[in-house]
């Protein structure tokens, strides 16, 4: 790949050749672009970060530079997606106010959760293909992905009929004020036709990160969301369509997206970025028995896990709202805010299933342990430092949403709990790499479950019915996510990971 210090920016002028190291071998890749002087501060921190873990002996070096290259494009992927999120709140509610904010903060957990169905689905994709990648099988890896869509298109397509027919009784069940309540209705309906889309994004982006390229998704996914926020800035201010102009944006940038990636993975290739790793086969049969049976094995925890812990943002929002519409708000940036600081998990987390799929599908079990075990340490230090960051500017981050001082001091106070809480959040990222790409995914639902349902909740509740107050909202924060780290690092921790991974290897990477 490119030195850290050449920069992002791409034209078409000059085609380098760059080595991508895939399992025991090394992968050539023409990309017909080449850099120019825009910095990429997203890559030159997460190799400093590595380079200086591996300068302490914390991780080897060769390992922390390919976490490095696959980690950066999907955290700017990440950063471009949760910002375009973000600015979605901070625009609404600088032009509608608090009102709008709890509004798109009751319809973004029903949006959530299809597209979390979707990234269940997509966590058994990347396992499938990196393997079979790892393992030479190339030649597999098409039917895993047409059995993914499928799946995909199964689950979300009746919810999308669901959300637009029924918002508004949805959004009563957990939401409190009727301005608020019409806000999250017109948001619901419309942002409801982007759910299979995204579902899909998130299989191609899968695919190809399981194959070793991170930056496809990335110049894919960050640029729409790039345009994506432009779009909303045109349909909120321009043509003041409130939240349904953040919605509608949504929309069509979930569209874009699967038009160029399912157009990449057709042609094997993309205008721009050049030839992908991998170039999907079409043509029936569109289903497998046998990889269905797999992909359901993996993915049905990690959807459960990923509904849960989206799920219990109904209740938890529905307990948010004894405390008044103020902290119902100061609740949802404080989320979105946690929601951008935890950007670096999707770039580690994926990276980490990746490689640690790569080395098991060759049979190499201990680069597989190496690189479980760097990633980790790499993920919970760069948490570490994104958390300390965000503790220290959070007043002048809160007053980004809200100017009303009655409801921007308990935003600041939040989103400082959910700088404590996120780093828990790292390690959780950390560990479930590994248990994803072996297929050992039951563990970390069990571990959500018990977080939400045993403590967050709990906490939440008593904090609006006693004198506890925002103590207990402080509690939930970080019960939510620490509860659930312990249980997926204990897991981890048992290598009993491995032990699965022989287990279903025969059937992710097929047999010979």
Same mark, same amino acid.
């Given at each position: 790949?490119?030195?850290?210090?050449?920069?992002?920016?791409?034209?078409? #002028?000059?085609?380098?050749?760059? =080595?991508?190291?895939?399992?025991?071998?090394?992968?050539?890749?023409?990309?017909?672009?080449?850099?120019?002087?825009?910095?990429?501060?997203?890559?030159?921190?997460?190799?400093?970060?590595?380079?200086?873990?591996?300068?302490?002996? !914390?991780?080897? #070096?060769?390992?922390?530079?390919?976490?490095?290259?696959?980690?950066?494009?999907?955290?700017?992927?990440?950063?471009?997606?949760?910002?375009?999120?973000?600015?979605?709140?901070? &625009?609404?509610? &600088?032009?509608?106010?608090?009102?709008?904010?709890?509004?798109?903060?009751?319809?973004?957990?029903?949006?959530? &959760?299809?597209?979390?169905?979707?990234?269940?689905?997509?966590?058994?994709?990347?396992?499938?293909?990196?393997?079979?990648?790892?393992?030479?099988?190339?030649?597999?890896?098409?039917?895993?992905?047409?059995?993914?869509?499928?799946?995909?298109?199964?689950?979300?397509?009746?919810?999308? !009929? +669901?959300?637009?027919?029924?918002? /508004?009784?949805?959004?009563?069940?957990?939401?409190?004020? /009727?301005?608020?309540?019409?806000?999250?209705?017109?948001?619901?309906?419309?942002?409801?036709?982007?759910?299979?889309?995204?579902?899909?994004?998130?299989?191609?982006?899968?695919?190809?990160?399981?194959?070793?390229?991170?930056?496809?998704?990335?110049?894919?996914?960050?640029?729409?969301?790039?345009?994506?926020?432009?779009?909303?800035?045109?349909?909120?201010?321009?043509?003041?369509?409130?939240?349904?102009?953040? =919605?509608?944006?949504?929309?069509?940038?979930?569209?874009?997206?699967?038009? !160029?990636?399912?157009?990449?993975?057709?042609?094997?290739?993309?205008?721009?970025?050049?030839?992908?790793?991998?170039?999907?086969?079409?043509?029936?049969?569109?289903?497998?028995?046998?990889?269905?049976?797999?992909?359901?094995?993996?993915?049905?925890?990690?959807?459960?896990?990923?509904?849960?812990?989206?799920?219990?943002?109904?209740?938890?929002?529905?307990? +948010?709202? !004894?405390?008044?519409?103020?902290?119902?708000?100061?609740?949802?940036?404080?989320?979105? +805010?946690?929601?951008?600081?935890?950007?670096?998990?999707?770039?580690?987390?994926?990276?980490?299933?990746?490689?640690?799929?790569?080395?098991?599908?060759?049979?190499? /079990?201990?680069?597989?342990?190496?690189?479980?075990?760097?990633?980790?340490?790499?993920?919970?230090?760069?948490?570490?430092?994104?958390? =300390?960051?965000?503790?220290?500017?959070?007043?002048?981050?809160?007053?980004?949403?809200? =100017?009303?001082?009655?409801?921007?001091?308990?935003?600041?106070?939040?989103?400082?709990?959910?700088?404590?809480?996120?780093?828990?959040?790292?390690?959780?990222?950390?560990? &479930?790499?590994?248990?994803?790409?072996?297929?050992?995914?039951?563990?970390?639902?069990?571990?959500?479950?018990?977080?939400?349902?045993?403590?967050?909740?709990?906490?939440?509740?008593?904090?609006?019915?006693?004198?506890?107050?925002?103590?207990?909202?402080?509690?939930?924060?970080?019960?939510?996510?620490?509860?659930?780290?312990?249980?997926?690092?204990?897991?981890?921790?048992? /290598?009993?990971?491995?032990?699965?991974?022989?287990?279903?290897?025969?059937?992710?990477?097929?047999?010979?």
């Amino acid at each position: 790949m490119d030195s850290p210090e050449q920069p992002l920016c791409l034209t078409s #002028a000059s085609f380098p050749r760059h =080595a991508i190291r895939v399992g025991v071998g090394t992968v050539h890749a023409v990309f017909p672009f080449r850099f120019v002087s825009v910095p990429n501060p997203i890559r030159a921190t997460v190799e400093g970060i590595g380079r200086l873990l591996a300068h302490w002996q !914390l991780i080897a #070096a060769s390992r922390a530079k390919r976490i490095a290259d696959l980690a950066w494009p999907r955290i700017l992927t990440g950063l471009a997606r949760m910002s375009k999120a973000t600015a979605d709140v901070a &625009m609404v509610g &600088m032009t509608v106010g608090p009102a709008a904010i709890a509004g798109v903060g009751y319809g973004v957990p029903y949006w959530t &959760m299809t597209y979390m169905l979707g990234g269940g689905i997509a966590g058994g994709t990347i396992s499938l293909v990196s393997q079979r990648y790892g393992a030479g099988r190339h030649d597999d890896i098409d039917r895993a992905v047409k059995v993914s869509v499928g799946a995909a298109l199964l689950v979300t397509l009746p919810l999308v !009929l +669901v959300f637009w027919t029924l918002p /508004e009784p949805l959004i009563r069940l957990i939401g409190t004020g /009727e301005e608020a309540i019409q806000y999250g209705t017109r948001y619901l309906r419309v942002a409801s036709l982007a759910m299979p889309f995204a579902a899909l994004n998130l299989i191609g982006s899968r695919t190809l990160i399981g194959a070793d390229d991170a930056w496809t998704p990335m110049i894919v996914r960050a640029g729409g969301a790039v345009i994506n926020v432009g779009l909303n800035a045109v349909f909120i201010f321009v043509f003041d369509l409130g939240v349904v102009g953040a =919605a509608l944006g949504t929309v069509l940038g979930s569209i874009g997206g699967v038009l !160029l990636l399912g157009w990449g993975l057709t042609a094997g290739r993309l205008p721009v970025v050049g030839s992908l790793p991998v170039q999907i086969n079409w043509s029936a049969p569109y289903w497998d028995a046998a990889d269905a049976r797999h992909l359901a094995r993996i993915s049905t925890p990690l959807a459960l896990r990923k509904v849960a812990q989206n799920g219990g943002q109904f209740p938890l929002l529905a307990i +948010v709202g !004894l405390y008044g519409p103020n902290m119902v708000a100061a609740f949802v940036v404080a989320l979105r +805010v946690r929601a951008l600081m935890n950007t670096p998990g999707w770039g580690f987390g994926l990276a980490s299933s990746s490689l640690v799929g790569q080395s098991l599908g060759a049979g190499h /079990e201990q680069d597989a342990d190496g690189y479980a075990r760097d990633t980790l340490r790499f993920t919970v230090a760069t948490y570490a430092l994104v958390g =300390a960051a965000v503790f220290i500017v959070a007043d002048p981050i809160s007053a980004l949403f809200v =100017a009303d001082g009655a409801v921007q001091a308990p935003t600041t106070a939040l989103i400082r709990a959910a700088c404590v809480s996120v780093l828990c959040w790292g390690v959780m990222n950390g560990a &479930m790499g590994p248990l994803r790409a072996s297929g050992d995914t039951t563990w970390p639902f069990y571990g959500q479950l018990l977080g939400l349902f045993v403590f967050a909740l709990p906490l939440a509740y008593l904090g609006a019915v006693t004198s506890f107050g925002i103590w207990g909202l402080y509690g939930t924060l970080f019960a939510e996510t620490a509860v659930p780290a312990a249980v997926i690092y204990y897991r981890f921790q048992t /290598e009993q990971w491995k032990l699965i991974s022989r287990r279903n290897r025969e059937a992710a990477v097929g047999s010979a």
